[in-house]
């Protein structure tokens, strides 16, 4: 009888102990994670027909989760860069692709993925304060960033300016799009937003939210939502290039605590 006691006083720290370790691993991998090579919160502008941009997107998440689901890596010290391609093809049509690579913590440089997309506007109307525009993505990662591989995304986007443009608004409302492994045929929220200040021709500042509440529907537990909010400074003084810096603070539990940003842009004439 003792032994029999003493064999249920060790399983059951034992049991205890798997217990948290699998609810460590649900919230590590539980929400899809906002996307990590892309911080950016669309603008409803098309390139005119024929002329061609680039951007760099580099993101470092300084301090992150450090447990994920195999096959995924854990987010904590990785750093991405990804370089963007678009061209306009008619006044309400641009197409564009995305080249994704990741720098892990052990200095190892790895293929990421590959995106296309392509953006449909409203072709601006100089008395409307309002930008109109949907962006369509297909996206196929490595296991590594997304173990089910295949994804879309749909970014429906909208924008304000006021009178005389000192304040920018916008909205992109995304549904990402499950395509295989275990959410194919899943629909999940993760809208984006944005606000700033605008000193005309010079600079702007703001704030940029992100955020995934998981399937529609079936949303998330609130601890394993994510929630960002970014501080974000605009260069608006180079007429053909661009640049986004900013610093982003995960608000749950789910969310990396700390990320870096950057976006360098050029558009050609």
């Known amino acids: ?29 539980a929400a899809r994670a906002v996307d990590p090579f892309e911080i950016q919160v ?19 998440v300084i301090e992150g989760e450090r447990q994920a689901i195999a096959p995924e890596l854990p987010s904590h010290r990785q750093s991405h860069f990804t370089a963007e391609g678009a061209i306009g093809i008619t006044r309400w049509w641009e197409a564009g692709a995305y080249l994704q690579t990741a720098l892990l913590p052990d200095g190892s440089f790895h293929y990421a993925g ?49 009178a005389g443009g000192a304040v920018y608004a916008a909205v992109n409302p995304i549904v990402d799009l499950g395509l295989a492994g275990a959410s194919q045929g899943e629909l999940s929220f993760e809208p984006a937003a ?59 539990e789910g969310s990396n605590p700390f990320v870096g940003k950057m976006i360098v842009g050029y558009l050609g004439r």
């Open 1 to 29: 009888m003792n032994g029999a006691r003493g064999s249920h006083r060790l399983a059951r720290p034992r049991l205890a102990a798997v217990a948290a370790a699998l609810a460590v691993l649900h919230g590590a991998g």
């Open 42 to 60: 669309y603008d409803a502008a098309a390139n005119e027909p024929g002329q061609a941009g680039i951007e760099l997107h580099i993101n470092s």
């Open 114 to 162: 590959s995106k296309l997309r392509t953006k449909l506007a409203v072709p601006a109307r100089p008395a409307s304060r309002f930008g109109w525009a949907v962006n369509l993505e297909l996206a196929r990662l490595p296991a590594a960033y997304d173990r089910d591989r295949w994804g879309g995304e749909i970014r429906p986007i909208a924008t304000w300016s006021s």
């Open 194 to 252: 944005t606000i700033c200040y605008v000193v005309a021709n010079l600079v702007s500042v703001g704030v940029e939210y992100y955020a995934d509440f998981g399937p529609i529907g079936d949303w998330s537990p609130a601890r394993d939502q994510q929630h960002y909010l970014y501080e974000v400074i605009n260069v608006l003084r180079w007429k053909r290039v661009e640049l986004n810096v900013g610093v982003g603070e995960g608000l749950t």
